[in-house]
């Protein structure tokens, strides 16, 4: 097996009247790792399923190894050497991972030889920096081991190239030096070239040679990765120059003061089991207190007991007063959220945007006039949060469902954050928004901190932790396992935490 040089050439897909892909030209070298990125919508995902056969381009050329190809299908790709880690799980859950790697290929004979095809899947296994049972089923690993399983996969496809899509998204620093450490040991040796989809600059600093920006679909911006800056890359992907931010890591002295007191929490997972056990947290006027761990520790049920949506044992308090998360205690005690997939979790989507703006004050004054809502009221709040908390829409009476994933994002954060927010709960807030509206996201959150609020965020990001909190506690088998200040944090001890490792 060796590296594939790949070569893209005024790259043009439409869909209907919308161009996804103008002119994109690109070159990957044979033997290197080459970083592809772009804010959402930017075209990354319809590049690479052009490359991967899913959709075929309405002009330009391809070209591997200096010949021109046509990649009409995915089998096509799969024959050129082509493969790709999909950022969502492609594994068959009831089925070990030998027999999920063994059953992928192309073309399977009428009678497997099982025992030829574990001595060449474990030929592989034995040079990964990782150990992986290959007879556990996929059902029970966790989100990590199924990503390595995911790249254990491709090399046993015998891919030449390899496209990675936000891969490090479900694992612990440790197990992203893993990973991407081994892709571009692959590509040194000339064994595999690679395209790294990322939003992460340390990630692309770290381990890509050259790097291309896409912005509305077309590149705006390629070169070696030690000739651009990280602010290079970031204004070429969204257009403008960056703004500076005021003070992110300049925080006010936190005082001793708490705002929200968790005691002896217990929650049941949807299987009946306990997913959070004997958790006890504090969290101070003023302070970001950031929940790292690796999806599926206890995270979601944690968050989902603390604003009601989810039975819990314990004692859940704001300054002193019982809190259940009831419509009533949530206005009077100050507590809002910001929740993973907002559209799913805190809109309905079939409603206006104006009407989901006023999801939690359509019943006091000055929306509700005696026994009436004002529509006037309504509406006259609507335009300002859209205004002040920069929404794109098609208009205030536009379903909430035909907006865009960022633009949701800071509907949710305009109707959360103009209530008296004293105690914020935010669970992966920026999960799959793109660059701008994750800056904004942190914006506000930083506001909300500044003004005195408490606030607790959960996020498998562990880079966005250390940039906005105060405080991290690691989280690991429902239970918190570590704690640590914001300024004295390591990134790899807390990585062995969220692994489960213990560190002395």
Not at 46 to 66: M, N, R
Not at 90 to 117: C, F, H, Q, Y
Not at 417 to 432: E, K, M, W, Y
Request: hydrophobic share 40%; glycine share 10%; with cysteine.
């Amino acid at each position: 097996m060796s590296a594939l040089k790949l070569e893209l050439s005024n790259m043009t897909k439409r869909f209907g009247t919308t161009t996804a892909l103008n002119q994109v030209s690109l070159a990957v070298r044979a033997g290197s790792v080459h970083a592809l990125l772009g804010e959402n919508g930017a075209g990354k995902s319809t590049l690479v399923k052009c490359l991967v056969g899913f959709y075929q381009p309405d002009e330009g050329a391809i070209s591997v190894d200096g010949q021109l190809k046509q990649i009409a299908s995915p089998k096509d790709a799969d024959a050129l050497g082509i493969g790709m880690v999909y950022q969502h799980f492609t594994l068959v859950p009831s089925m070990t991972i030998a027999e999920n790697l063994i059953v992928s290929g192309a073309k399977l004979p009428k009678l497997i030889d099982w025992r030829r095809e574990l001595e060449r899947l474990t030929s592989i296994t034995t040079t990964l920096p990782f150990s992986i049972d290959l007879n556990v089923r996929t059902s029970q690993l966790s989100a990590g081991e199924k990503q390595k399983a995911e790249l254990i996969k491709q090399l046993y496809l015998g891919r030449r190239l390899l496209i990675l899509d936000e891969p490090t998204s479900v694992l612990t620093p440790g197990e992203a030096e893993q990973v991407l450490g081994y892709v571009r040991e692959l590509t040194e040796s000339g064994r595999l070239s690679a395209i790294l989809i990322t939003h992460k600059f340390d990630e692309v600093r770290r381990y890509a040679d050259d790097v291309t920006v896409l912005r509305r679909g077309a590149a705006v911006r390629s070169g070696p990765v030690n000739c651009l800056t990280n602010g290079q890359m970031a204004e070429a992907m969204i257009g403008a120059p960056l703004t500076q931010e005021s003070g992110r890591r300049a925080r006010p002295a936190c005082k001793h003061n708490p705002v929200f007191t968790v005691r002896n929490l217990t929650v049941k997972g949807d299987i009946g089991l306990d997913a959070v056990k004997g958790l006890d947290l504090d969290i101070n006027e003023g302070e970001i207190v950031g929940v790292a761990g690796v999806s599926g520790n206890g995270q979601m049920e944690m968050v989902e007991a603390l604003m009601g949506q989810r039975d819990r044992i314990g004692e859940v308090k704001v300054r002193g007063t019982d809190f259940r998360g009831t419509r009533s205690e949530i206005a009077s005690l100050g507590v809002y959220g910001l929740p993973q997939e907002p559209l799913k979790n805190a809109c309905v989507p079939s409603m206006s945007l104006s009407e989901n703006l006023a999801l939690r004050n359509f019943d006091r004054a000055p929306l509700q006039k005696g026994i009436f809502l004002d529509r006037k009221a309504l509406m006259e709040q609507a335009q300002h949060l859209v205004k002040q908390f920069k929404v794109k829409t098609g208009g205030l009476d536009s379903r909430m469902n035909t907006l865009s994933g960022g633009n949701v994002q800071r509907a949710v954060l305009g109707r959360e954050l103009s209530q008296d927010v004293r105690v914020l709960i935010a669970s992966n807030p920026t999960f799959g928004l793109d660059f701008l509206a994750c800056e904004e996201t942190h914006r506000r959150i930083l506001e909300a901190r500044n003004t005195g609020a408490g606030v607790l965020l959960v996020s498998e990001d562990l880079d966005e932790l250390l940039s906005l909190v105060d405080r991290v506690v690691v989280m690991s088998a429902g239970r918190i396992v570590y704690e640590v200040s914001a300024e004295q944090a390591e990134k790899q001890v807390i990585g062995k935490y969220m692994a489960g490792e213990s560190v002395n």
